[in-house]
């Protein structure tokens, strides 16, 4: 057996960080017990932690050969292989840590995301509700069960609030505070307006492609804009809106409580929340209601069904009459779209069409694969089949492993579409090519997915001179991209049935021409249009800022003034 006090020094050096340091140590207790599955599981896991992920796997999965009723060394393989895209191995090592410790929250936790990858929604929340009941404190528990609810096509939009109406009462009663102050701002339903931006995305993320126009745009007579930056990697996208915000608060770090605290004594008004059940998010602290009037924004697809939030930003394409019944929050319709993107100024140009050189046309999806599910591959393949001359690249770096790729490609097989058609595609460009956007060279048209939209993903296609074809579906999720292209002036990509998108593209796949002229138009276009006016949208946010706002002091008996 090997030293003990060894594997602990060890153990201590790994969770300061130091891998290299925790490796040698576990080499020596190695040297004297070769055969330790302790050791080698320490030892696996200080490969993973200094990027040696393939020798992680050959020293974890030694240790699991060398103790199989042990929970710990399939718990290490089984995230180190998730870490490589390896789902289906992921699967069995983490759902054999399960059985073998079935009370391991964190087992429990890590084979919902594995699952959630493999299409198993279902599954997947029922591990997150098993972990939230392991480990009722740990709120992310919850928010993967909710968000991986966003993705499943087996989910409505009537389930889907009825998901979220369910808990979210238990996310206040477990994380919220036991009662609230009132609030004394003015309620003079003319004077400026102070606006709180909540988030933990002001650094490279998708949400910031939409936030810096409506932070560096407000007009200070009508509103004085106040970032609160939950920001647990600042990066040179943090500097930058540093730089633009007049009100910058850094509150990583801080508990909800104290976060409120600062937006009540800052006097808030309006407090926009911008995470919903996302990574890293804030939203606990709308449970101590630190502002009078509370509003979900952009971030998240679905309703909170959280009783503080009170209202939702949208607009009439993204949340047509009738889909008011899907949200627990009011919804506020900004006038001419509901979001401005603001590409980076690096970006590549569009190049040519490449149908020219190629002599077909290529189709293309580089969105997060968790949102190309079995219902969105079966509407790709009858576009294949209804264009049988056309290619469809799929792109992402989490298709790096070879399983992933050929159930991608088995999924397209059983609809008829061969190996030959379909190009799966993982390594990033060079940044002499472009990087990521470098891909959208190689492709004429996007198709987009159901019931989860792309919408940063949609911009940046139409930016690249690349029309994006969508479906439109029933709520906020499903018609993202319908609301992005009826802003850029391009409604007409929207479908409204499954035949119709196979029609659209099957049309466009046939006008080379028009393609190459949208190749060679659309950023021009784009920047002309409504969804790159800053200006235009900031002042449609501040109208439904005061419309919320008139209502409080209306209710507070402020007058509608």
């Not at 477990?174 to 650094?203: C, I, M, W």
């Not at 949200?327 to 020219?356: H, I, N, Q, S, W």
């Not at 989490?398 to 030959?420: D, K, N, Q, V």
Request: proline letters at 7%; glycine letters at 8%.
């Amino acid at each position: 057996m090997a030293d003990a006090d060894l594997l602990a020094r060890a153990e201590d050096l790994l969770r300061r960080g130091e891998a290299a340091a925790a490796e040698r140590l576990c080499r020596k207790a190695l040297a004297r017990a070769p055969r330790d599955a302790g050791a080698l599981t320490l030892s696996g896991r200080a490969a993973a932690a200094r990027g040696d992920r393939d020798e992680a796997v050959r020293r974890l999965a030694e240790a699991r050969a060398l103790a199989p009723g042990d929970a710990e060394p399939a718990y290490r393989l089984g995230l180190v292989l998730w870490d490589l895209f390896r789902y289906d191995a992921a699967a069995e090592a983490l759902g054999a840590a399960a059985r073998l410790a079935p009370a391991r929250a964190d087992a429990q936790r890590s084979l919902g995301h594995v699952l959630w990858n493999l299409w198993d929604y279902a599954g997947a929340r029922e591990r997150f509700a098993l972990a939230q009941r392991l480990d009722p404190d740990d709120r992310t528990n919850v928010h993967n069960l909710l968000f991986c609810a966003c993705f499943d096509p087996a989910v409505g939009p009537d389930a889907l609030k009825a998901l979220h109406a369910e808990w979210g009462p238990r996310y206040l009663a477990r994380f919220g505070p036991p009662a609230t102050a009132p609030h004394d701002n003015d309620p003079d339903p003319g004077r400026v307006l102070k606006v709180g931006y909540l988030s933990p995305d002001f650094r490279t993320h998708a949400v910031a492609s939409f936030l810096g126009s409506i932070v560096a745009f407000h007009h200070p007579e009508s509103v004085a804009a106040y970032c609160y930056a939950s920001v647990a990697r600042p990066d040179a996208v943090t500097a930058a809106f540093r730089k633009i915000s007049p009100h910058w608060r850094d509150v990583h770090g801080l508990d909800d409580a104290a976060v409120a605290e600062r937006i009540r004594a800052d006097g808030i008004d309006v407090l926009v929340e911008l995470a919903g059940y996302t990574k890293g998010n804030r939203l606990a602290v709308l449970a101590h209601r630190p502002a009078p009037v509370q509003v979900a924004y952009l971030g998240y697809p679905a309703t909170t069904g959280l009783a503080p939030v009170d209202w939702r930003l949208s607009d009439a394409v993204a949340n047509p009459p009738g889909t008011e019944r899907f949200y627990t929050e009011r919804l506020a319709r900004v006038e001419g779209g509901f979001c401005c993107y603001l590409p980076r100024p690096d970006l590549p140009d569009p190049g040519p069409l490449p149908a020219g050189a190629a002599g077909h046309v290529t189709f293309g999806s580089f969105v997060n694969t968790t949102k190309v599910n079995p219902p969105t591959i079966a509407l790709w393949a009858r576009v294949l089949q209804a264009v049988p001359t056309a290619r469809l690249l799929l792109f992402r770096h989490t298709l790096s492993a070879p399983a992933s790729r050929e159930r991608y490609l088995a999924e397209f097989e059983r609809h008829g579409i061969g190996p030959g058609r379909v190009t799966i595609g993982w390594e990033v460009p060079s940044p002499a090519e472009g990087g990521t956007f470098g891909l959208y060279r190689r492709v004429d048209a996007v198709l987009d997915t159901l019931p989860f939209n792309g919408h940063t993903s949609t911009c940046e296609a139409l930016w690249m001179g690349v029309p994006v074809l969508t479906l439109a579906g029933a709520d906020f999720a499903g018609r993202l991209s319908a609301a992005v292209l009826r802003m850029a002036g391009l409604g007409g990509l929207a479908a409204a049935t499954p035949d119709e998108f196979v029609a659209l593209a099957a049309g466009l796949a046939a006008d080379t021409e028009r393609l190459a002229n949208l190749r060679r138009a659309l950023r021009s276009h784009m920047d002309r249009s409504r969804l790159a006016d800053a200006a235009a949208c900031t002042r449609s946010m501040e109208a439904a800022y005061r419309a919320m706002w008139r209502d409080w002091c209306a209710r507070r008996g402020g007058g509608a003034g």
